[in-house]
């Protein structure tokens, strides 16, 4: 091993320390100056994971529903929502009990408003009453509403309201001067409006901009249109797993449609033990190989999360982390091999240059084995699966590689540099010679 002079070894220590340094803050620190913002690595996969997948929706059915009432309800959904373009909404009911919308990327790439069409399935239903106890109901948006739209006037935005025979008459019997008509959605009053003598067979709403007449629309649509009614209190919205399944989503692990994997969570919790167990054995036991190995896996984390955020198939989930994990545990395995050769070389008698330099080549070939073999597997899972597992091969393929590359290339030339930094100290790296 040629070994790298001191004032070399300290040149190579600072720059490298400056180019970790920042590659650890472009990772994780997010930046937003004036009009300037930076998600950093880390951001952007979360950025991605939340929108460019797409959106879920699981409502709970309140009380029970007949299986015609559920099938009406998801035509009713998947109507509603291809007039808000949405036409490729995936919506489906779960045993009778629950329906489930998938929202893909929006056609007009504006997320908040998928996620306001999600939030206001379960708006519960709309109603009119002479007052604010229910029992002066006379309107109820599933019994009596059959269409909803809205227009403009020269000065105002209106949302049209059209009855069937039984909600007309009640109408036309309560829409009278002097009344007060108090609008309800789920149970919870939106708004009140002081009545005068109807004039026409539909109710007409008006509104100063179009913006809030179109929201209130779309609320009195789900909250009349939809057959059931669904119980807020178990209503899931989140963000989809972003890799193709045979309707172009596939539903995250921890999603309520698939349940959380009790197994997975200790798998996951278990690797991260077994990483930071096995550090803290490294920096105790090898001392400067443990710094180092850490160091290795900061780098690592930055090649990794980098190249994660060029897919936007990269979702950071349990499923993801779990395998997250475990690409950090094989690399800290190849540390080991590494490690150990160095090991065996020196207790045979040879100075730690040159056990550097034998345990080197003699651990290169299986951690290349090791690394080759994680790389077809990421590749297999790639091509030949769908959701999360996909996912779960394309963090193995970068991880796999990038541990290999660096428990083959960077961690020795990192044991060079800290060698050249004191090189007459073997007890730095917690070796033993072999007692005869």
């Given at each position: 091993?040629?070994?790298?002079?001191?004032?070399?070894?300290?040149?190579?220590?600072?720059?490298?320390?400056?180019?970790?340094?920042?590659?650890?803050?472009?990772?994780?620190?997010?930046?937003?100056?004036?009009?300037?913002?930076?998600?950093?690595f880390?951001g952007?996969?979360?950025?991605?994971?939340?929108?460019?997948?797409?959106?879920?929706?699981?409502?709970?059915?309140?009380?029970?529903?007949?299986?015609?009432?559920?099938?009406?309800?998801?035509?009713?959904?998947?109507?509603?929502?291809?007039?808000?373009?949405?036409?490729?909404?995936?919506?489906?009911?779960?045993?009778?009990?629950?329906?489930?919308?998938?929202?893909?990327?929006?056609?007009?790439?504006?997320?908040?408003?998928?996620?306001?069409?999600?939030?206001?399935?379960d708006?519960?239903?709309?109603?009119?009453?002479?007052?604010?106890?229910?029992k002066?109901?006379?309107?109820?948006?599933?019994?009596?509403?059959?269409?909803?739209?809205?227009?403009?006037?020269?000065?105002?935005?209106?949302?049209?309201?059209?009855?069937?025979?039984?909600?007309?008459?009640?109408?036309?019997?309560?829409?009278?001067?002097?009344?007060?008509?108090y609008?309800?959605?789920?149970?919870?009053?939106?708004?009140?409006?002081?009545?005068?003598?109807?004039q026409?067979d539909?109710?007409?709403?008006?509104f100063?901009?179009?913006?809030?007449?179109?929201?209130?629309?779309?609320?009195?649509?789900?909250?009349?249109?939809?057959?059931?009614?669904?119980?807020?209190?178990?209503?899931?919205?989140?963000?989809?797993?972003?890799?193709?399944?045979?309707?172009?989503?596939?539903?995250?692990?921890?999603?309520?449609?698939?349940g959380?994997?009790?197994?997975?969570?200790?798998?996951s919790?278990?690797?991260?033990?077994?990483?930071?167990?096995?550090?803290?054995?490294?920096?105790?036991?090898?001392?400067?190989?443990?710094?180092?190995?850490?160091?290795?896996?900061?780098?690592?984390?930055?090649?990794?999360?980098?190249?994660?955020?060029?897919?936007?198939?990269?979702?950071?989930?349990?499923?993801?982390?779990?395998?997250?994990?475990?690409?950090?545990?094989?690399?800290?395995?190849?540390?080991?091999?590494?490690?150990?050769?160095?090991?065996?070389?020196?207790?045979?008698?040879?100075?730690?240059?040159?056990?550097?330099?034998?345990?080197?080549k003699?651990?290169?070939?299986?951690?290349?084995?090791?690394t080759?073999?994680?790389?077809?597997?990421?590749l297999?899972?790639i091509?030949?699966?769908?959701?999360?597992?996909?996912?779960?091969?394309?963090?193995?393929?970068?991880?796999?590689?990038?541990?290999g590359?660096?428990?083959?290339?960077?961690?020795?030339?990192?044991?060079?540099?800290?060698?050249?930094?004191?090189?007459?100290?073997?007890?730095?790296?917690?070796?033993?010679?072999?007692?005869?």
């Amino acid at each position: 091993m040629k070994l790298i002079k001191k004032r070399t070894a300290k040149i190579l220590t600072i720059v490298i320390s400056i180019i970790i340094a920042i590659g650890l803050f472009v990772t994780f620190v997010p930046i937003s100056i004036g009009g300037f913002r930076y998600l950093s690595f880390a951001g952007n996969i979360k950025y991605g994971s939340d929108l460019k997948p797409g959106m879920y929706g699981e409502y709970v059915i309140d009380g029970t529903a007949t299986g015609d009432d559920v099938n009406k309800s998801v035509q009713s959904i998947k109507s509603i929502l291809e007039e808000y373009g949405y036409p490729n909404a995936n919506v489906y009911s779960v045993s009778n009990s629950k329906i489930r919308v998938e929202i893909g990327n929006a056609t007009n790439g504006n997320y908040e408003l998928t996620e306001k069409m999600l939030d206001a399935i379960d708006v519960g239903v709309f109603d009119l009453r002479t007052s604010t106890d229910s029992k002066d109901l006379f309107i109820n948006g599933q019994k009596h509403i059959t269409s909803v739209s809205i227009g403009n006037s020269s000065t105002y935005t209106y949302v049209k309201i059209t009855f069937n025979s039984e909600g007309l008459t009640n109408y036309l019997a309560k829409m009278k001067t002097g009344n007060t008509i108090y609008v309800y959605m789920g149970g919870d009053l939106q708004t009140s409006f002081q009545a005068s003598t109807a004039q026409y067979d539909d109710l007409y709403l008006t509104f100063n901009d179009y913006a809030s007449a179109y929201d209130f629309k779309l609320k009195v649509q789900l909250g009349s249109l939809v057959p059931v009614s669904f119980d807020k209190d178990f209503t899931e919205v989140n963000t989809m797993s972003p890799t193709l399944s045979n309707t172009g989503l596939t539903a995250d692990i921890n999603s309520a449609e698939y349940g959380k994997s009790d197994i997975l969570v200790c798998l996951s919790l278990g690797l991260t033990f077994a990483i930071l167990a096995s550090l803290a054995y490294l920096a105790i036991k090898h001392r400067a190989f443990g710094i180092i190995a850490i160091i290795t896996l900061l780098v690592e984390t930055i090649i990794g999360l980098f190249f994660m955020q060029l897919f936007n198939a990269v979702e950071v989930s349990l499923t993801s982390y779990g395998v997250l994990a475990f690409g950090y545990a094989i690399t800290i395995f190849e540390l080991f091999i590494y490690i150990n050769k160095v090991n065996n070389e020196f207790t045979l008698g040879k100075t730690i240059e040159a056990s550097l330099d034998g345990g080197y080549k003699k651990s290169i070939g299986t951690n290349a084995a090791i690394t080759v073999l994680l790389a077809v597997v990421g590749l297999l899972l790639i091509i030949f699966t769908k959701g999360a597992v996909k996912v779960s091969g394309i963090v193995l393929l970068i991880f796999g590689l990038a541990g290999g590359l660096l428990s083959m290339l960077v961690m020795p030339w990192f044991v060079k540099i800290y060698h050249g930094l004191n090189p007459n100290n073997e007890t730095h790296y917690g070796f033993a010679r072999r007692k005869n």
